[in-house]
């Protein structure tokens, strides 16, 4: 049930924070946020797996012991480290699942959703274009629609970006349409009543060599849909990387991000064994509460997990930067939370 209710706040947040946009101005089908919803999950189950544990444990032992079954149990026999068993044996369980999860299933399912863009402009590429806004996603195109009524554009201005990130060609339009080419996977825009202006070919960088005021009554400008996924591909994240592409960059002598990624397959391990940590913790903890009340379980599990997932966060925002010895911040929950658990069963041991 912890799993389930955080994963849901997770999953919502997500979806309305990336989406929001796209759901009131850009049309997308009800099937596409579906899509994006199961995109979204895998990636929030390596936090709500472990969270949802450490909740449930906090709860179920502090009951326990509230209850006096802890004492019972002692006095009947059981030894601690038999109560602790079960709890031991789901959390390797949750070990193995969030490994899988963090190394290869989140990755992917978050590449898949970076993609959605791609298959946006393929199926629907008029849900790309809104009234005063400029696209930016094609590496080599920056367009800006002054108006929109239904599929018609309106007041075009469209910039050619060449290799040097210089505007090669501007082209205002009075109006415009798209239509998808997918024989050859690009976008054709046709304009009409244009004018442009353009860079001389052996003078890019001379502005006096601009030509201007050049009329086109009726033109098509392409914009392939391939230069927009290798983009994309390029700038892919770290986070979406499954743990053999991550290896596979790190065992390049020409690696420029050695620490990142050293740093990002860390935290997949790290984050695999958070629910082992949670366990060591947690156990102790919910019998020394002795609270009936859940609220008190609520509040020690937010407690150690936002604690634990703080430097992780950290850990991620200085991936690059050696200084802040990122490694070592990223297993410092673990052993922190691990040591600390171990020391407190201890003592519930010698009670």
């Known amino acids: 049930m912890g799993v389930a209710l955080l994963s849901l706040v997770l999953v919502l947040g997500n979806v309305f924070k990336e989406m929001l946009d796209l759901l009131i101005n850009h049309n997308v089908p009800l099937e596409t946020v579906f899509a994006f919803v199961a995109f979204v999950l895998p990636f929030s189950m390596t936090f709500t797996i472990p969270w949802g544990f450490l909740t449930a444990v906090l709860l179920v032992f502090g009951r326990l012991s509230a209850d006096n079954e802890i004492i019972a149990l002692r006095a009947t026999g059981v030894s601690f480290q038999r109560i602790f068993l079960p709890v031991l044996a789901v959390a390797l369980a949750l070990v193995g699942l969030c490994f899988w999860i963090n190394s290869d299933v989140a990755p992917r399912a978050q590449w898949s959703m970076?993609?959605?863009?791609?298959?946006?402009?393929?199926?629907?590429?008029?849900?790309?274009?809104?009234?005063?806004?400029?696209?930016?996603?094609?590496?080599?195109?920056?367009?800006?629609?002054?108006?929109?009524e239904g599929d018609l554009l309106k007041n075009l201005i469209v910039f050619e970006i060449d290799e040097k990130a210089l505007p090669s060609r501007v082209v205002f339009a009075k109006s415009g349409s798209l239509t998808p080419d997918n024989v050859h996977n690009r976008l054709l825009l046709r304009v009409e009543d244009a004018k442009f202006e353009q860079r001389d070919e052996r003078q890019p960088d001379n502005d006096t060599m601009i030509r201007q005021g050049i009329s086109m009554q009726e033109g098509v400008i392409h914009m392939s849909l391939q230069k927009l996924l290798d983009s994309k591909k390029r700038g892919k994240p770290l986070s979406s990387h499954t743990l053999g592409e991550l290896r596979a960059e790190l065992a390049k002598p020409d690696c420029s991000r050695r620490l990142a990624y050293q740093v990002e397959i860390s935290k997949r391990f790290s984050m695999s064994l958070a629910?082992?940590?949670?366990?060591?913790?947690?156990?102790?903890?919910?019998?020394?509460?002795?609270?009936?009340?859940?609220?008190?379980?609520?509040?020690?599990?937010?407690?150690?997990?936002?604690?634990?997932?703080?430097f992780i966060i950290i850990a991620d925002t200085f991936h690059e930067n050696a200084k802040a010895m990122p490694i070592l911040m990223i297993w410092f929950p673990n052993l922190f939370f691990t040591g600390l658990g171990l020391w407190l069963s201890s003592r519930l041991v010698r009670r």
């Open 114 to 148: 970076f993609n959605a863009l791609f298959r946006i402009a393929t199926h629907d590429p008029t849900s790309m274009f809104q009234a005063d806004e400029v696209l930016d996603q094609f590496p080599d195109r920056r367009i800006y629609v002054g108006g929109r």
């Open 275 to 310: 629910a082992l940590s949670f366990a060591l913790i947690a156990v102790p903890l919910g019998i020394t509460t002795h609270r009936k009340e859940t609220s008190v379980g609520f509040a020690l599990s937010l407690v150690i997990a936002f604690s634990y997932f703080f």
